[in-house]
Protein backbone atom coordinates (compact mmCIF):
# COMPACT_ATOMS: atom_id res chain seq x y z
CA UNK A 1 0.00 0.00 0.00
CA UNK A 2 1.26 3.42 -0.96
CA UNK A 3 1.37 6.01 1.80
CA UNK A 4 0.62 9.63 1.40
CA UNK A 5 1.57 11.78 3.92
CA UNK A 6 0.96 15.87 4.49
CA UNK A 7 4.13 18.27 3.45
CA UNK A 8 6.11 19.61 6.09
CA UNK A 9 4.89 23.08 7.38
CA UNK A 10 8.30 24.78 6.04
CA UNK A 11 7.59 23.18 2.86
CA UNK A 12 6.98 26.75 0.87
CA UNK A 13 3.74 26.79 -1.96
CA UNK A 14 6.44 27.45 -4.96
CA UNK A 15 7.59 24.13 -3.45
CA UNK A 16 4.99 22.25 -2.96
CA UNK A 17 3.32 23.05 -6.63
CA UNK A 18 -0.15 24.66 -7.09
CA UNK A 19 -2.62 23.66 -4.16
CA UNK A 20 -4.98 20.54 -4.98
CA UNK A 21 -8.09 22.55 -5.54
CA UNK A 22 -6.31 24.46 -8.39
CA UNK A 23 -6.69 21.45 -10.26
CA UNK A 24 -9.31 19.51 -8.79
CA UNK A 25 -11.46 21.19 -5.97
CA UNK A 26 -13.35 17.51 -5.27
CA UNK A 27 -10.03 16.11 -4.39
CA UNK A 28 -9.60 19.17 -1.68
CA UNK A 29 -13.16 18.07 -0.52
CA UNK A 30 -12.31 15.05 -0.16
CA UNK A 31 -8.43 15.52 1.50
CA UNK A 32 -9.77 17.66 4.10
CA UNK A 33 -12.65 15.32 4.86
CA UNK A 34 -10.22 12.04 5.10
CA UNK A 35 -7.06 13.94 6.67
CA UNK A 36 -7.61 12.78 9.72
CA UNK A 37 -8.31 9.40 8.94
CA UNK A 38 -6.49 6.37 9.12
CA UNK A 39 -7.11 4.85 5.65
CA UNK A 40 -5.61 6.81 2.88
CA UNK A 41 -6.79 4.49 0.16
CA UNK A 42 -10.16 6.73 -0.02
CA UNK A 43 -7.72 9.87 -1.19
CA UNK A 44 -5.33 7.53 -3.43
CA UNK A 45 -8.88 6.98 -5.43
CA UNK A 46 -9.80 10.42 -5.68
CA UNK A 47 -6.49 11.36 -7.29
CA UNK A 48 -7.19 8.84 -9.53
CA UNK A 49 -10.14 9.82 -10.70
CA UNK A 50 -9.36 13.16 -11.35
CA UNK A 51 -5.98 12.69 -13.13
CA UNK A 52 -7.72 10.72 -15.36
CA UNK A 53 -10.35 13.08 -16.13
CA UNK A 54 -8.12 15.91 -16.49
CA UNK A 55 -6.29 13.55 -18.88
CA UNK A 56 -9.08 13.17 -21.31
CA UNK A 57 -9.87 16.88 -21.19
CA UNK A 58 -6.16 17.21 -22.41
CA UNK A 59 -5.74 14.55 -25.17
CA UNK A 60 -8.78 15.81 -27.08
CA UNK A 61 -9.64 19.25 -26.55
CA UNK A 62 -11.84 18.97 -30.23
CA UNK A 63 -14.49 16.77 -28.10
CA UNK A 64 -14.76 19.71 -25.60
CA UNK A 65 -17.68 21.79 -25.96
CA UNK A 66 -17.08 25.19 -27.08
CA UNK A 67 -17.94 27.94 -24.70
CA UNK A 68 -19.15 30.51 -27.85
CA UNK A 69 -22.78 30.24 -28.95
CA UNK A 70 -23.29 28.81 -32.19
CA UNK A 71 -23.96 31.33 -35.22
CA UNK A 72 -27.57 31.98 -35.51
CA UNK A 73 -29.16 32.07 -38.74
CA UNK A 74 -30.17 35.80 -40.16
CA UNK A 75 -32.00 33.99 -42.73
CA UNK A 76 -35.41 34.69 -42.72
CA UNK A 77 -38.13 32.91 -44.82
CA UNK A 78 -39.49 35.42 -47.19
CA UNK A 79 -42.69 35.89 -48.61
CA UNK A 80 -43.77 33.79 -51.57
CA UNK A 81 -43.95 35.85 -55.05
CA UNK A 82 -47.77 37.45 -54.99
CA UNK A 83 -49.87 35.57 -58.09
CA UNK A 84 -50.07 37.45 -60.58
CA UNK A 85 -53.89 38.88 -61.32
CA UNK A 86 -56.36 36.64 -62.25
CA UNK A 87 -58.44 36.72 -65.54
CA UNK A 88 -61.77 37.24 -63.93
CA UNK A 89 -62.54 39.54 -61.46
CA UNK A 90 -64.04 38.38 -58.25
CA UNK A 91 -67.84 38.48 -58.70
CA UNK A 92 -67.29 38.57 -62.73
CA UNK A 93 -69.78 36.73 -64.62
CA UNK A 94 -68.81 33.72 -66.74
CA UNK A 95 -68.53 34.01 -70.03
CA UNK A 96 -71.35 33.68 -72.52
CA UNK A 97 -71.34 31.58 -75.40
CA UNK A 98 -73.85 29.99 -78.09
CA UNK A 99 -74.98 26.67 -77.18
CA UNK A 100 -74.36 24.07 -80.15
CA UNK A 101 -76.56 21.73 -81.92
CA UNK A 102 -76.94 18.18 -80.10
CA UNK A 103 -79.99 16.64 -81.30
CA UNK A 104 -79.17 13.76 -83.48
CA UNK A 105 -75.81 13.35 -81.96
CA UNK A 106 -74.85 10.32 -79.42
CA UNK A 107 -74.82 11.05 -75.92
CA UNK A 108 -71.56 10.40 -75.33
CA UNK A 109 -70.33 12.66 -78.51
CA UNK A 110 -72.92 15.52 -77.76
CA UNK A 111 -70.93 15.75 -73.95
CA UNK A 112 -67.45 16.16 -75.30
CA UNK A 113 -68.58 18.79 -77.73
CA UNK A 114 -70.61 20.27 -75.05
CA UNK A 115 -67.04 20.63 -73.20
CA UNK A 116 -65.24 21.66 -75.72
CA UNK A 117 -67.03 24.43 -75.97
CA UNK A 118 -66.58 25.57 -72.18
CA UNK A 119 -70.06 23.70 -70.71
CA UNK A 120 -69.15 21.18 -67.99
CA UNK A 121 -72.31 21.50 -66.36
CA UNK A 122 -74.07 18.25 -68.33
CA UNK A 123 -76.64 15.97 -67.11
CA UNK A 124 -79.09 13.30 -68.98
CA UNK A 125 -81.73 11.51 -68.26
CA UNK A 126 -84.74 8.95 -70.38
CA UNK A 127 -86.72 10.88 -72.88
CA UNK A 128 -89.24 7.89 -73.26
CA UNK A 129 -90.03 8.43 -69.51
CA UNK A 130 -88.97 5.26 -68.23
CA UNK A 131 -86.64 6.50 -65.59
CA UNK A 132 -83.74 4.29 -67.37
CA UNK A 133 -80.27 5.02 -66.08
CA UNK A 134 -77.26 6.13 -69.14
CA UNK A 135 -75.24 3.88 -67.96
CA UNK A 136 -73.20 3.37 -71.76
CA UNK A 137 -73.63 6.98 -73.04
CA UNK A 138 -72.21 5.28 -76.74
CA UNK A 139 -75.67 3.64 -76.18
CA UNK A 140 -77.52 6.70 -76.23
CA UNK A 141 -78.72 9.34 -78.65
CA UNK A 142 -80.02 13.27 -78.15
CA UNK A 143 -83.40 13.55 -78.65
CA UNK A 144 -83.79 16.91 -76.88
CA UNK A 145 -82.06 19.45 -74.97
CA UNK A 146 -82.90 21.54 -72.32
CA UNK A 147 -81.22 25.00 -74.17
CA UNK A 148 -81.90 25.41 -77.86
CA UNK A 149 -79.19 25.70 -80.23
CA UNK A 150 -77.80 28.77 -81.24
CA UNK A 151 -78.46 30.16 -77.48
CA UNK A 152 -75.73 32.18 -76.01
CA UNK A 153 -76.05 31.80 -72.34
CA UNK A 154 -73.39 32.02 -69.76
CA UNK A 155 -71.29 28.43 -69.69
CA UNK A 156 -71.97 27.87 -65.91
CA UNK A 157 -75.53 27.24 -67.25
CA UNK A 158 -76.63 23.44 -66.36
CA UNK A 159 -77.42 21.74 -70.27
CA UNK A 160 -80.08 18.62 -70.05
CA UNK A 161 -80.17 16.10 -72.83
CA UNK A 162 -83.19 13.65 -73.22
CA UNK A 163 -82.13 11.15 -74.56
CA UNK A 164 -83.16 7.35 -75.85
CA UNK A 165 -81.49 4.15 -77.14
CA UNK A 166 -79.21 4.05 -80.09
CA UNK A 167 -82.24 1.52 -81.48
CA UNK A 168 -85.34 3.47 -80.87
CA UNK A 169 -87.16 6.20 -82.15
CA UNK A 170 -87.33 9.63 -80.28
CA UNK A 171 -90.54 10.31 -78.63
CA UNK A 172 -92.62 13.15 -80.50
CA UNK A 173 -92.34 14.71 -76.30
CA UNK A 174 -89.49 15.26 -74.25
CA UNK A 175 -91.14 12.84 -71.35
CA UNK A 176 -89.27 13.27 -68.42
CA UNK A 177 -89.67 11.16 -65.13
CA UNK A 178 -92.96 12.39 -62.94
CA UNK A 179 -91.72 14.41 -59.71
CA UNK A 180 -92.23 13.87 -56.51
CA UNK A 181 -95.87 12.97 -55.33
CA UNK A 182 -97.25 16.04 -53.27
CA UNK A 183 -100.70 15.45 -51.66
CA UNK A 184 -102.46 14.54 -54.46
CA UNK A 185 -101.92 11.01 -56.97
CA UNK A 186 -100.10 12.12 -60.01
CA UNK A 187 -101.62 10.32 -63.65
CA UNK A 188 -98.57 7.66 -63.79
CA UNK A 189 -100.25 6.13 -67.34
CA UNK A 190 -97.65 5.89 -70.21
CA UNK A 191 -94.96 6.09 -67.38
CA UNK A 192 -92.67 3.30 -66.49
CA UNK A 193 -93.27 1.23 -63.12
CA UNK A 194 -89.85 2.32 -62.47
CA UNK A 195 -90.61 6.21 -62.73
CA UNK A 196 -94.10 5.93 -61.19
CA UNK A 197 -92.90 4.11 -57.79
CA UNK A 198 -89.58 6.76 -58.07
CA UNK A 199 -92.74 9.44 -57.75
CA UNK A 200 -94.51 8.18 -54.53
CA UNK A 201 -93.16 8.24 -51.35
CA UNK A 202 -90.47 5.58 -50.28
CA UNK A 203 -92.71 4.19 -47.82
CA UNK A 204 -95.78 3.97 -49.65
CA UNK A 205 -97.15 -0.12 -49.93
CA UNK A 206 -97.01 -0.99 -53.92
CA UNK A 207 -98.71 -4.01 -55.97
CA UNK A 208 -97.91 -4.28 -59.30
CA UNK A 209 -99.86 -6.98 -61.68
CA UNK A 210 -99.55 -7.83 -65.33
CA UNK A 211 -102.83 -6.47 -67.20
CA UNK A 212 -102.72 -8.93 -69.91
CA UNK A 213 -103.71 -11.52 -66.96
CA UNK A 214 -100.88 -13.87 -67.79
CA UNK A 215 -99.61 -12.76 -64.51
CA UNK A 216 -96.09 -12.46 -65.47
CA UNK A 217 -93.36 -11.44 -62.86
CA UNK A 218 -92.59 -7.93 -63.39
CA UNK A 219 -88.65 -7.98 -62.83
CA UNK A 220 -87.12 -5.01 -64.63
CA UNK A 221 -90.02 -2.12 -64.02
CA UNK A 222 -88.26 0.18 -65.72
CA UNK A 223 -89.51 -2.07 -69.13
CA UNK A 224 -93.04 -2.05 -68.13
CA UNK A 225 -95.13 0.60 -68.57
CA UNK A 226 -98.75 1.90 -66.68
CA UNK A 227 -101.81 0.83 -67.47
CA UNK A 228 -104.14 1.78 -64.95
CA UNK A 229 -103.74 3.00 -61.60
CA UNK A 230 -105.11 2.46 -57.66
CA UNK A 231 -105.78 5.37 -56.41
CA UNK A 232 -107.04 7.30 -59.43
CA UNK A 233 -104.64 10.39 -60.41
CA UNK A 234 -106.15 13.39 -58.31
CA UNK A 235 -106.92 11.47 -55.31
CA UNK A 236 -105.72 12.88 -51.98
CA UNK A 237 -102.43 10.49 -50.76
CA UNK A 238 -103.51 9.77 -47.27
CA UNK A 239 -100.50 7.06 -47.01
CA UNK A 240 -102.83 4.10 -48.46
CA UNK A 241 -101.53 1.28 -50.71
CA UNK A 242 -101.17 1.86 -54.71
CA UNK A 243 -101.84 -0.68 -56.98
CA UNK A 244 -100.49 -0.60 -60.76
CA UNK A 245 -101.93 -2.62 -63.84
CA UNK A 246 -98.39 -2.99 -65.76
CA UNK A 247 -97.89 -3.98 -69.52
CA UNK A 248 -94.21 -4.16 -71.19
CA UNK A 249 -93.41 -1.48 -73.46
CA UNK A 250 -94.32 -2.54 -76.80
CA UNK A 251 -97.41 -3.87 -75.75
CA UNK A 252 -100.98 -2.21 -75.74
CA UNK A 253 -103.09 -1.45 -72.72
CA UNK A 254 -106.22 -3.85 -72.08
Known sequence: MIAITP?????????????????????SRLYLYFLGESVRTHIIGAIALCTAAAALVACDPADTVSSKPSAIST???????????SSKAPGASAESKAVPQFV????????????????????????????RMQ???????????????????????????????????????????????AGTMPSFKGKSVKAARGALDSG???????ATGQDRIIFLESNWQVCSQTPAAGAKITGQPVEFNAVKFGESCR
Do not use: Y
Not at 75 to 85: F, R
Not at 116 to 128: K, M, P, V, Y
Open 7 to 27: PDEDVTAAQQGPPLGHFCPTL
Open 75 to 85: DLPTASTPAGP
Open 104 to 131: GMGLQSAQDKAQSTGFFLLTSHDAAGRD
Open 135 to 181: VFDRDWKVCFQSVGAGKKVPTTTMLNFGAVKTDESCPSADNQAPKKA
Open 204 to 210: TSITVKD
